[in-house]
């Protein structure tokens, strides 16, 4: 173990030594990278703020603002200094001086920058996100689209049930990934809102403006108990949930394209582009994406369950443990949105095989068992619970056949007959299987008729198109707070340099 | 292993022999003990819009409704017959024949059923569930306005660090609490949508009415997609979140009521009726309410875990997996709304020790370092960092001097002015670790300024009138569907009962 | 809320109203029903080793084991009384009085009885999970012994790679499961030590013997730090974590059990006892048992989760949340012995259709792909990677050709020499193309050769005749024990009756 | 999305182009770093098999253990080539050529290289966890020793208990911790076993000896079945939940250190070298070190989390999925060693506070309200339920006095004995409430006695002994095989070398 004396701008008062064992291992440095431009932003705002509410002069301001511009985007930073926070200082005020660079911290605190960084930077990782869920969407829908009326067996226990369109199939995975988007949304407004000057815990006795800087970082609003705002990351838990859910539900999908794309079912090819090959054996063409994508969604869960278990029964306000959160943050928001956009490629480019779901739809009579069904009570008026045992004897009879395996109509109309105890005819038959007339009769809200997917198509691609205008809206607001803030900085320092020229440095002015 | 020949409604015809084991394994009467109600009631609104459609004749229709309002509350439900669905067609067949009472599933099928009665009853619990919450609202606002200008140790990483109001503390937890109560809502509206006929996936040739079958159950609207609205479950999953969400949150205030009841931190004392003693250690009095909340806090998050892992890479549409789903999602609604009530109790029935409080504040004079080193930068133009460092070299020297450990007053005032380079007066350091001024200059929103915290009561107590709202909207969109059907089902029941005493049953009737 | 004055054994010294909520929030009385027996032995033990010890009297020890011996099977538990403990302690009471009665808990506490007691019911209960992994290695060797020349395709992706044989694929689900019987055996090893001493925490003032409680209650050995005996439950997570394990490594059999129950794949028919019909589509025969199964797997993970979660950053010793981690215990146990004793019939029962299995691997001859690419080394000297890269040229050629998809041999053999650039005859592609040949090939330790197949079969049978003795080793431990305590107590019991009828009762003897 | 021709080793044959994003998104190299020395000995052992089989000749396994030498250990790869075995493979053929270099892959495939190239990692990282363990084992007998004597509360529920000494108390980690590297053997046993020549599900039909190739690599033993051996990945969930369950257990430890750490406890001062202060606060001293432990040991439940739900479900044999489990186990694995091993430094550099810990001991005098309990039945005979109900009332006594609190010898003995029902006098109480006097009657086993503690110090110290004899064993197997390979490498290359300079190279010999 080495152990240095610490001289650092935090440690050189009330600590000395320390380990780098310990330095390392409980740094967040290699988290906090994607934290930088938020944490700049947060001090220029924070200095801002402090400026306009007089608690620095124009010409500490002006000097701050100047160094936070000059940060690097690269900043190296070190594990001695822990974080990204004071690693910002540190350049800061090596760049101009104790005297001004170290007023940035003054009324605030790590505990108030981290959450506030968070939750900018999760913002953003939103927006990501729903973008990738809209193209899938968008991928969905031109399928579902082309497929309107493509017939395609329904499943139930991986067991074909009735006809379906494949268009309506895929419009039920749109469906249940617009709802993730729902939830997205939810979770983005819970997120938008500003712990900054909370400080460490017990906000500040200087006279800040909280709702200043939460303006100048594109806020919805502050989030107000300043225990609470250092203290919660259930935004953070949230979003990794939204992750887990969004994923765990297009797991299924996934989980169909491995399943269609076998010999056996051979219901879709997936692009060359997204298959891969064995080493050894030369004929495979595996369909990996749709299996990293299994995987990825079981590691997404565990990133919740970590989360989860970190904060249970942590006293408040602030406990490093919660540093460790953001990794799972981080790991869930990008595997989710790698994968969700990943996997609209894959969706766009898949080759479904018409002939030969139309094959199994047409080749196995069994699915149109219940609409045989339906037919008995329509026409002869028995109880449907009575035709479906009887027709459950006529599938049984079929079955023992080996020859006739999976039909109705290669039976010999009378046998059938016989079996139902009722009159049927071979038309009867013939039209009770026929996929189209099936689907036709199906008039309800949302079922698989060709007609209800098409128009379910228009419906959803203006819903999609709302999607996007929500997005932009958070979009927006974060670029006007960035030109807010930069103006506003760009007017202090213009003014700060004119000051400049003219007097000396003085110190802090209670008020201006 | 036994066998035995099954010669029920449900296997008569496809399946013979079965295995008691395996009915066992595969049975969910236990669990569907909790639909019964809604299973019935799905049923009857089924018959009533079935009717409506002239689908069924009124005489059937009659029948049925009879039958199903005979169903005892506690209808013993066997294994053989698989879950609370055909029990209950099986008991309404039993009661009225096979030709009504074999009526009864047409065009419907157990996978909507199923999906319908699961958010049927879900809606009930996450209204339970939300009165819990609202009660530990309740609680915690009761004990911060008694408590708002009580002085309490605000901890960062366990370790004393700002002083704080207790009723700030209690309203961190309020905030974290109601946001849980905002998902709460979110979840709610998500679960409000009617999957009824949507059959077994593929909807019904027969010319149903999914809205009417909504309305008649209270749901907001339908649930669209028919292949969708049987294989979703994410609306459950949600549901389990939101209750792990939410006792993770809450997991934090048990663990500060354990550490606040230990002899070393003696800061509150829990009610006799919310501990335990010890078997053998007569003088233990234990906080074992909080103990089996943080316990539970882990069930539910495993609940959670349960059920993405149900879910996860599972094809479309219904497979039985989704039965034991449902197991995790009673388990997490049912501990989380007794956990929470109970914790309310606990909550109002704390005794807060003002004394101990009190002294931890006063005696611990670190606790206002931070001000000191404010009062540095204020008063004498230190940067921030420079006041921090000085400021902690005296904390270091106070420290290692043991006699006068964690106090600045008990110091020569000369000595402190040695130390941090700068003329300090006794009644400097006097009016520096006086609670109330530190508490009274924090003026920005959300601070644990007394004021502010008074204010943040009342603000909070109208919030809980409109969650009460909230709820009272759900519960009587409930009550309205459960009127709404009543009346219809009598009207129906009345003129096929007059009917019966003049004409024959006749068969189905394609439109009246 | 109803408080009543609680007036119990265990309350009426220290402690006075209590919640009823309270009550029955905390109480185990549910769980620990199933703990019941191992108490009563427990304290049976106890007093014989009190008695030996000479800590009480022949009288007392004499009442205790009556009245122990007089507990009903079906002992009614109030949950006032918190849990068995308690529960088992009053009715002793109740019945012999509080002199002799109140003496059973004398050097020892609730918190080494429960660890005690749960180490005794789990022992059982690993050895009826022994019994039904065996039972289910048993199903596996039938069917692999049964198919060990079944040439079945072997998948890697879900695509086909190489023919194997089906016994070989079954051998390879028994060598996991068979680690997993391992796992089980060195969990209960490191469950078969006694904590029983150690009291509250911090075992006894009075002269009691450990060892000999443990030899009583059939223990390897006594848990030794009196901390660690009543404060871990590393045990028990074991446990669950060997259920998840199981469960999970069973998970794939059951999905591949699914998977070949497709009409699609058609590799696997399951008996019509394991199956399941639907309640509206009549031709349905549903794979239920391994759906159930797999949701299963998932539960138990988060059985792992909740325990897991429970134990973290609990701080020694006991703490009433272990109290909760029992129910995450049993229903781990409980789920996966059902689970895989089911399994273990439905895998007996289950007809895999040879010529199905025959039919993939012989009309598809990408299968054979790696082993052309072998013979292009072999025969030609080419590299490895340059026959493999040709062979997918071949196989690629092939695939774009629609009709003679999946075929070498349907190729013009000139056509296959001039992609391959080596010249390769009709007679070459047919001997590639043979299963059986290619199996035979095969010669290296643990291939799917047939010969391998049936001398790893009659290996297997060996190792699990190993697997009874083991869990027969168990069990004798623990009989022999019931029967060295029940010899003991009733050689004391008659002596104490003997001496009844002589003396009155004295008290507490130091030494006798 | 960028699409290129692929035109390397893998993808020239069957497929074609490919997508950037989906290279990226499915490549492994990222964390297949960690396997090049596993991959490159594997090459080298799999080549002198073949060589010694007569399968390759003398020249080609020459160039190609040459080759395999050159590799860099900082190996640059690319996502194209997917992973570290194609990244390798390519390596060499871009030295030798593809006549020698094609033949590398021969009779392998790079689902046995994986999975003997995790357990090969493994086995090394096991051994380093296995030191990081014993490193902390040493720790904790370092302090217990020093604190064999020294009393200390025991608590139960977090409220003080009974006394105890230090060194017991920490003896309790230490066992828990040792059960731990029991279970670190176990799974290194069931982790020493080489899946090669399993090839890609299906062994080989070359001659291959799969027993050569495990001596060669340091296995104790292949692993059998060839399907299992591609498939199976439980060896890296149980090494997960071994990291897990360490990380659980010893997470009460860091619990404790941070409570110990706390104001109110002040039992433990933590080194300045672990502890951190605030940015903003001055005072702080957090201990950091344990809390970041705390959260890595919920991050960790999570990689087994997410490892179980990748495994669930897969079906045979090797699906991509499972590469994606490799990030959980490096995950798992990394966290735990690092964890454990800077907690190791921790607690060696923790001060025990004697004078507070025996503060506690002698000013709360409940904690020796058992003891009392006790002697009220060896001096009175009074029953125990009877003395612990007493005593309780005694207790409820003082604590209503506020001035006495927490004291029986402060109490007049006349109203002790009037409470207690018997006559007390100073004398007994004052012998009763003697922490030392209490300790030395404890002589079962496993007691706080400071002599059993000192014992048990001895004892364990040896046990420690033998644990790294075992580790010894472990390292020695590893370095063994790798100067045998290297032994028989050379002679290879040597005679290789002398017979390049006399014939030109020639093509594959069935038998040299």
Redesign the interface.
């Known amino acids: 173990?080495t152990?240095t004396k610490k001289e650092d701008?935090?440690?050189?008062?009330?600590?000395?030594?320390?380990?780098a064992?310990?330095s390392s291992?409980?740094s967040s440095t290699d988290i906090d990278v994607r934290l930088l431009q938020a944490v700049i932003k947060i001090n220029s705002a924070h200095v801002v703020m402090m400026h306009e509410q007089g608690i620095i002069d124009r010409r500490k301001a002006t000097d701050l603002l100047e160094a936070l511009n000059r940060v690097p985007k690269n900043l190296e930073m070190t594990d001695e200094l822990?974080d990204v926070?004071?690693n910002v200082?540190n350049f800061v005020?090596s760049k101009i001086g104790?005297?001004?660079?170290?007023?940035?911290?003054?009324?605030?605190?790590?505990?108030d920058q981290v959450a506030t960084a968070l939750r900018m930077v999760l913002r953003e990782q939103l927006v990501a996100l729903g973008d990738a869920m809209i193209s899938l969407e968008e991928s969905l829908l031109d399928q579902a689209q082309t497929h309107f009326e493509t017939v395609s067996p329904?499943?139930?226990?991986?067991?074909?049930?009735?006809?379906?369109t494949l268009g309506?199939?895929l419009?039920?995975?749109f469906?249940?990934l617009d709802?993730?988007f729902?939830?997205l949304v939810?979770c983005y407004l819970?997120t938008d809102l500003s712990p900054m000057?909370?400080?460490?815990?017990?906000?500040?006795?200087?006279?800040?403006?909280?709702?200043r800087t939460a303006e100048l970082l594109g806020f919805e609003s502050?989030?107000?108990?300043?225990?609470?705002?250092?203290?919660?990351r259930?935004f953070a838990?949230?979003a990794i949930?939204l992750c887990?859910?969004t994923m765990?539900?297009l797991?299924?999908l996934?989980?169909?394209l491995?399943?269609w794309?076998?010999?056996?079912?051979s219901f879709a090819e997936m692009s060359?582009?997204?298959?891969?090959?064995?080493?050894?054996?030369?004929?495979?063409?595996?369909?990996?994406?749709p299996?990293?994508f299994?995987?990825?969604?079981?590691?997404?869960?565990?990133?919740?369950?970590?989360?989860?278990?970190?904060?249970?029964?942590?006293?408040?306000?602030?406990?490093?443990?919660?540093?460790?959160?953001t990794?799972?943050l981080w790991s869930a928001t990008d595997k989710a949105t790698?994968?969700i956009?990943?996997l609209a490629?894959?969706v766009q480019e898949t080759e479904f095989n018409k002939g030969k779901l139309n094959e199994a739809v047409t080749s196995?009579e069994?699915?149109y068992?219940?609409?045989l069904?339906?037919f008995l009570?329509?026409k002869?008026?028995?109880?449907?619970?009575?035709a479906?045992?009887?027709?459950?004897?006529l599938?049984?009879f079929a079955s023992d056949k080996g020859k006739i395996e999976?039909q109705f109509t290669g039976l010999d109309p009378r046998t059938v007959s016989e079996i139902l105890g009722l009159s049927i005819t071979k038309e009867d038959l013939a039209s009770i299987v026929n996929p189209k007339i099936?689907l036709e009769?199906?008039?309800?809200?949302?079922?698989?008729n060709p007609k209800k997917v098409l128009a379910?198509c228009r419906a959803r691609t203006k819903a999609v198109e709302k999607h996007k205008a929500t997005l932009g809206t958070f979009r927006h607001a974060i670029a006007s707070s960035d030109e807010l803030l930069s103006s506003v900085s760009n007017k202090i320092k213009k003014s700060g340099a004119d000051e400049r020229t003219r007097k000396p440095t003085?110190?802090?002015e209670?008020k201006e």
Chains 1, 2, 3, 4 share one sequence.
């Not at 479906?388 to 004897?393: A, E, F, L, P």
């Not at 009769?441 to 698989?448: A, C, D, H, I, V």
Request: hydrophobic residues 35%.
């Open positions: 173990m152990k701008i935090l440690h050189e008062g009330r600590l000395g030594t320390y380990s064992d310990a291992y409980t822990e926070h004071m200082e005020i104790r005297e001004a660079g170290g007023m940035m911290n003054l009324a605030k605190s790590r505990n329904g499943y139930t226990h991986l067991q074909r049930g009735q006809p379906v309506h199939h419009l039920a995975h469906d249940s709802r993730d729902a939830r939810d819970r000057g909370s400080g460490a815990l017990a906000s500040s006795g200087f006279d800040i403006s909280r709702e502050v989030l107000e108990n300043s225990i609470d705002a250092v203290s919660s259930d838990i949230e949930y887990a859910q765990t539900d797991s299924r996934a989980e169909e491995i399943l794309s076998t010999k056996e079912f060359d582009e997204f298959s891969s090959t064995s080493s050894m054996m030369p004929q495979k063409k595996n369909a990996i994406v299996e990293i299994r995987a990825r969604t079981s590691q997404v869960t565990g990133d919740l369950i970590g989360a989860m278990g970190i904060v249970k029964s942590l006293p408040l306000s602030y406990n490093l443990d919660l540093q460790e959160l990794r799972n790698f994968s956009s990943i490629e894959v196995d069994f699915l068992s219940t609409e069904a339906d009570v329509s002869f008026g028995l109880s449907f619970r009575e479906h045992s009887r027709v459950g004897k599938v049984k999976l099936l009769k199906r008039k309800s809200t949302g079922s698989p379910g003085t110190n802090v209670v």
